[in-house]
């Protein structure tokens, strides 16, 4: 990397941690637990959370620590449901179905900012709104088709905004103009982490730390479940591994781990710049994302002291120092004034996606499994872990769209997509460099 572009004292560990790194916590593995949840992350310490309240005894088991993966890596960006809106639904389930799943999609932000108010949870949450940039004019104009769709889905204001008019919500040119969103929202993900963890040991759930789940087998009773730290027992199990379910080291849910398809998120922070430059770059201080293939996403630290910038900076194995420069260009390709900014901090993290683009909830071999945001998982994991805890207590009482529906893998496809990617990755940054110049 350019030493140049690195600050005094740059981290290869997530900005957010600075003020909320994830706790380490007791690893006294126990003999036995009425329900065990894999993976410590916002599906798992929801679920755990609404299971508590509805009288069952919970452990969180994760490999690392609780709330170490995705959950305190991400970029804060709280979206609800609209990438699911997005997916053609109608195409493959009918206008009925495919109502229902949007609409439970996009009841997932109204959930955290509820679930963030009950608990007290203290993780700087506005309700900002986003400015999704079009990468091209045909990008403008798909999404100018969807924003009145958008509007009636989540139920708050959702509008074009044409390039002569950017300048209003980015202080940049790079785009085509865009589609402001009211509902979305921004948090710092490492707090909210811990918040909700805090708010699922209070009720009664234990969280156990360094414990890495390497098989789950069906007995009279219950399930084994078996570990690099021993065995317990478990009269239910709910699997919440997300982008982390594929790992040599153990496979808690190999089932799972098939259908879902991991990928590195890059992010950097920049070193700080000042409110004054933060408001010029960000009118309103809303989240922002771009309409690439190869996505970027970016927005303005909670403080408003710095730019926090993410994407898909290689599709290959590499390190969050490595694709740092790759993001430092993303970010002075659009906003040309930063070219000498530093970077503080430069990290990356696992988000899981599916073949059919939707989330899913469910049930395989009496194993409860949620996972698949899509990349967008802060509101909708934790509204994912609420809906499965709610099926496995029995407490249901209405049908989740989300549940049950056909979850595809591919022929021989053992969960890790290494080999394939980088043709993927090559294939859709020419599609992005074609779009660009039609426009």
């Known amino acids: 990397m350019t030493h140049a572009l690195l600050a005094p004292g740059f981290k290869t560990s997530p900005w957010w941690w600075e003020a909320a790194e994830p706790p380490r916590r007791d690893a006294t593995l126990p003999d036995r637990a009425p329900v065990v949840v894999v993976g410590g992350g916002y599906a798992g310490l929801s679920a755990a959370l609404t299971l508590q309240r509805l009288g069952q005894q919970v452990v969180v088991l994760d490999a690392e620590r609780i709330g170490w993966g995705a959950s305190s890596r991400n970029g804060g960006m709280v979206s609800g449901g609209l990438k699911v809106a997005g997916s053609g639904l109608e195409q493959r389930y009918g206008p009925e179905q495919a109502q229902a799943i949007t609409?439970?999609?996009?009841?997932?932000?109204?959930?955290?900012?509820?679930?963030?108010?009950?608990?007290?949870?203290?993780?700087?949450?506005?309700?900002?709104?986003?400015?999704?940039?079009?990468?091209?004019?045909?990008?403008?104009?798909?999404?100018?088709?969807?924003?009145?769709?958008?509007?009636?889905?989540?139920?708050?204001?959702?509008?074009?905004?044409?390039?002569?008019?950017?300048?209003?919500?980015?202080?940049?040119?790079?785009?085509?103009?865009?589609?402001?969103?009211?509902?979305?929202?921004?948090?710092?993900?490492?707090?909210?982490?811990?918040?909700?963890?805090?708010?699922?040991?209070?009720?009664?759930?234990?969280?156990?730390?360094?414990?890495?789940?390497?098989?789950?087998?069906?007995?009279?009773?219950?399930?084994?479940?078996?570990?690099?730290?021993?065995?317990?027992?478990?009269?239910?199990?709910?699997?919440?591994?997300?982008?982390?379910?594929?790992?040599?080291?153990?496979?808690?849910?190999?089932?799972?781990?098939?259908?879902?398809?991991?990928?590195?998120?890059?992010?950097?922070?920049?070193?700080?710049?000042?409110?004054?430059?933060?408001?010029?770059?960000?009118?309103?201080r809303r989240m922002v994302s771009d309409s690439k293939r190869v996505l970027n996403y970016f927005r303005p630290s909670p403080d408003g002291k710095r730019v926090l910038w993410g994407g898909r900076a290689s599709f290959r194995a590499a390190t969050a120092e490595d694709t740092a420069p790759a993001l430092h260009g993303y970010m002075t390709d659009c906003f040309p004034e930063l070219k000498s900014t530093r970077i503080t901090h430069a990290w990356t993290g696992h988000v899981a996606f599916t073949f059919d683009h939707l989330p899913h909830i469910g049930a395989e071999r009496g194993i409860h499994y949620a996972a698949g945001c899509q990349g967008s998982g802060v509101a909708m994991a934790t509204w994912l872990g609420h809906n499965v805890a709610l099926k496995l207590a029995g407490a249901a009482n209405a049908r989740f769209a989300l549940d049950g529906l056909p979850f595809p893998t591919r022929p021989f496809y053992s969960g890790d997509p290494a080999w394939v990617l980088p043709f993927i990755g090559g294939w859709y940054r020419l599609r992005d460099r074609i779009d660009r110049l039609a426009a």
């Open 103 to 284: 609409a439970t999609a996009a009841a997932s932000f109204p959930f955290i900012e509820e679930t963030i108010a009950r608990e007290g949870i203290d993780c700087d949450y506005v309700r900002c709104g986003r400015f999704s940039a079009a990468w091209s004019r045909g990008h403008y104009e798909a999404m100018a088709r969807r924003v009145e769709g958008l509007e009636q889905i989540t139920g708050l204001p959702a509008r074009m905004l044409p390039r002569e008019r950017q300048r209003e919500a980015l202080g940049s040119d790079h785009y085509h103009g865009g589609m402001l969103v009211a509902a979305t929202g921004s948090l710092h993900p490492g707090k909210y982490a811990r918040g909700l963890a805090a708010a699922a040991e209070r009720v009664g759930a234990r969280l156990v730390d360094g414990v890495r789940v390497q098989g789950i087998r069906e007995e009279a009773g219950g399930y084994r479940i078996a570990t690099d730290r021993g065995e317990l027992r478990s009269e239910a199990v709910l699997v919440t591994t997300n982008g982390y379910s594929r790992d040599a080291r153990g496979t808690a849910l190999p089932w799972l781990a098939r259908r879902l398809v991991p990928l590195n998120s890059y992010i950097i922070a920049t070193e700080e710049l000042g409110e004054a430059v933060i408001d010029r770059l960000f009118p309103g």
